[in-house]
């Protein structure tokens, strides 16, 4: 009997207490690929975009949505969302080079980059992908190389939001975006050098579940396009909320509701546009989590179950190298044991990696289905910030990954080995 086992729209299910995975059951994917192993579901990513697609253009149709490739730059990934028509946030040089392979021709990439070197501008500008800039040195570094046809500005909106601190990328605190003074000579000084078309840009931080601070930042950065239109006769072609919605991790979490959010966001939009009489500038967004976190699963294996007076440790082949986000951000990833789904004996356990540090754990005090070494768990929601943020710490080859597509299951990216450790080293005797 196939049934869902969890109450967010995953491509997740029970046959018999075993999970599968968009069809795949999860014992066989670690038996053919091995683990720790990062599972990406083609189905769910392209369902993502089309939802988030089509609540948009419903309300308005000059929409452009750009995936911020920082979450899972896979070129399969990358692959999939641009055949669905996407646009790209790159914010490397790297991430730009990526997205050039996986088929995005360079007006439908965005650079958006923070602390950019000079030779990275002109690596960007040489691609002709459209830049933002992120300080007023940047603009006057790259007029230096090109006076580009295209140009944006990340504004500081004054309001920030996010799941955690390091997450929040606007208001006070943080390095990003300019501020109104700045802003202004940033486009007086463009405009001055033969920019002809702008965009204006924010992104305000990351998991963000309530609307509000996206709402009320957006429309400041609307009554900053007013002021820039009415100081230096600039019109936009495009206006860009950046990215930052968040998805639910907990079982008790609601998802964001897209209708709500499209029709918030987007009636603020056109009133504003009349109102401050902007044209018909395309509204863009940046999601990267959005589209591909519950997307994906990590598969890991339990090496040890370890007991101390204080505690029921379960010891697993992932570790902060392989999903550093609970120990980044205190992250909650929700588990599963995947052999196990419907077993009724639980335990509460902390489950923890193979790296030396105490912070490498990947839940803390978990009520779990009792648990054996060789059993098969699943941590959810991976597919953004996941690989992505994966490291060799300890000296460990980073995780392969699998692609299920059409119930096939194709790997992307190779396990590393340790050949992977030593690649660009030179011994010195
Ligand atoms: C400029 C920019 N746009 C978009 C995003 C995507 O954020 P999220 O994955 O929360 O949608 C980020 C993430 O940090 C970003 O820096």
Same mark, same amino acid.
């Given at each position: 009997?196939?049934?869902?086992?969890?109450?967010?729209?995953?491509?997740?299910?029970?046959?018999?207490?075993?999970?599968?995975?968009?069809?795949?059951?999860?014992?066989?994917?670690?038996?053919?690929?091995?683990?720790?192993?990062?599972?990406?579901?083609?189905?769910?990513?392209?369902?993502?975009?089309?939802?988030?697609?089509?609540?948009?253009?419903?309300?308005?149709?000059?929409?452009?949505?750009?995936?911020?490739?920082?979450?899972?730059?896979?070129?399969?990934?990358?692959?999939?969302?641009?055949?669905?028509?996407?646009?790209?946030?790159?914010?490397?040089?790297?991430?730009?080079?990526?997205?050039?392979?996986?088929?995005?021709?360079? &007006?439908?990439?965005?650079?958006?980059?923070?602390?950019?070197?000079?030779?990275?501008?002109?690596?960007?500008?040489?691609?002709?992908?459209?830049?933002?800039?992120?300080?007023?040195?940047?603009? &006057?570094?790259?007029?230096?190389?090109?006076?580009?046809?295209?140009?944006?500005?990340?504004?500081?909106?004054?309001?920030?939001?996010?799941?955690?601190?390091?997450?929040?990328?606007?208001?006070?605190?943080?390095?990003?975006?300019?501020?109104?003074?700045?802003?202004?000579?940033?486009?007086?000084?463009?405009?001055?050098?033969?920019? &002809?078309?702008?965009?204006?840009?924010?992104?305000?931080?990351?998991?963000?579940?309530?609307?509000?601070?996206?709402?009320?930042?957006?429309?400041?950065?609307?009554?900053?396009?007013?002021?820039?239109?009415?100081?230096?006769?600039?019109?936009?072609?495009?206006?860009?909320?950046?990215?930052?919605?968040?998805?639910?991790?907990?079982?008790?979490?609601?998802?964001?509701?897209?209708?709500?959010?499209?029709?918030?966001?987007?009636?603020?939009?056109?009133?504003?546009?009349?109102?401050?009489?902007?044209?018909?500038?395309?509204?863009?967004?940046?999601?990267?989590?959005?589209?591909?976190?519950?997307?994906?699963?990590?598969?890991?294996?339990?090496?040890?179950?370890?007991?101390?007076?204080?505690?029921?440790?379960?010891?697993?082949?992932?570790?902060?190298?392989?999903?550093?986000?609970?120990?980044?951000?205190?992250?909650?990833?929700?588990?599963?044991?995947?052999?196990?789904?419907?077993?009724?004996?639980?335990?509460?356990?902390?489950?923890?990696?193979?790296?030396? &540090?105490?912070?490498?754990?990947?839940?803390?005090?978990?009520?779990?289905?009792?648990?054996?070494?060789?059993?098969?768990?699943?941590?959810?929601?991976?597919?953004?910030?996941?690989?992505?943020?994966?490291?060799?710490?300890?000296?460990?080859?980073?995780?392969?990954?699998?692609?299920?597509?059409?119930?096939?299951?194709?790997?992307?990216?190779?396990?590393?080995?340790?050949?992977?450790?030593?690649?660009?080293?030179?011994?010195?005797?």
């Amino acid at each position: 009997m196939v049934k869902k086992v969890f109450q967010f729209l995953q491509p997740l299910t029970n046959k018999d207490g075993h999970l599968l995975f968009d069809g795949v059951a999860a014992r066989e994917l670690a038996k053919e690929f091995d683990t720790p192993l990062y599972v990406i579901s083609e189905s769910r990513i392209r369902h993502n975009y089309k939802r988030l697609s089509e609540e948009l253009t419903r309300n308005y149709d000059k929409i452009h949505i750009y995936y911020a490739a920082k979450a899972n730059s896979n070129l399969s990934v990358l692959k999939i969302l641009e055949t669905e028509g996407a646009h790209l946030d790159a914010v490397s040089p790297g991430e730009v080079f990526l997205a050039l392979k996986a088929g995005f021709s360079p &007006e439908r990439i965005l650079f958006t980059g923070t602390s950019v070197r000079n030779d990275e501008l002109r690596f960007i500008a040489d691609c002709k992908v459209p830049v933002n800039i992120d300080s007023f040195s940047e603009l &006057e570094r790259l007029l230096k190389h090109v006076v580009p046809k295209i140009l944006s500005v990340r504004v500081n909106p004054k309001i920030g939001g996010g799941h955690h601190d390091h997450c929040i990328t606007a208001g006070p605190q943080t390095k990003f975006g300019l501020w109104e003074d700045e802003t202004l000579k940033t486009y007086a000084k463009a405009k001055n050098a033969g920019v &002809e078309r702008f965009g204006i840009q924010m992104h305000i931080g990351s998991g963000i579940l309530n609307l509000e601070p996206i709402i009320l930042a957006f429309d400041n950065l609307l009554s900053m396009a007013k002021k820039i239109r009415d100081k230096l006769g600039i019109t936009f072609e495009f206006i860009d909320m950046g990215g930052g919605l968040g998805v639910p991790y907990k079982p008790e979490e609601n998802e964001l509701d897209l209708c709500t959010f499209s029709n918030r966001i987007l009636s603020l939009f056109k009133r504003r546009i009349v109102e401050y009489n902007l044209g018909t500038p395309f509204f863009c967004l940046e999601p990267g989590r959005y589209l591909v976190s519950d997307a994906s699963i990590l598969l890991t294996s339990v090496t040890t179950v370890k007991v101390t007076p204080f505690k029921k440790f379960i010891g697993v082949d992932a570790g902060f190298n392989t999903l550093i986000r609970p120990s980044m951000y205190g992250s909650y990833h929700h588990v599963l044991v995947a052999n196990k789904v419907t077993s009724q004996e639980k335990e509460i356990y902390d489950v923890v990696g193979p790296i030396c &540090e105490s912070g490498d754990f990947l839940a803390r005090d978990r009520l779990l289905p009792k648990i054996e070494e060789g059993d098969l768990l699943a941590i959810l929601n991976v597919g953004a910030y996941g690989f992505a943020m994966s490291s060799q710490y300890n000296s460990r080859p980073r995780a392969a990954e699998v692609l299920i597509k059409n119930k096939k299951c194709l790997l992307v990216r190779k396990r590393e080995t340790f050949d992977s450790l030593v690649f660009n080293q030179q011994m010195v005797e």
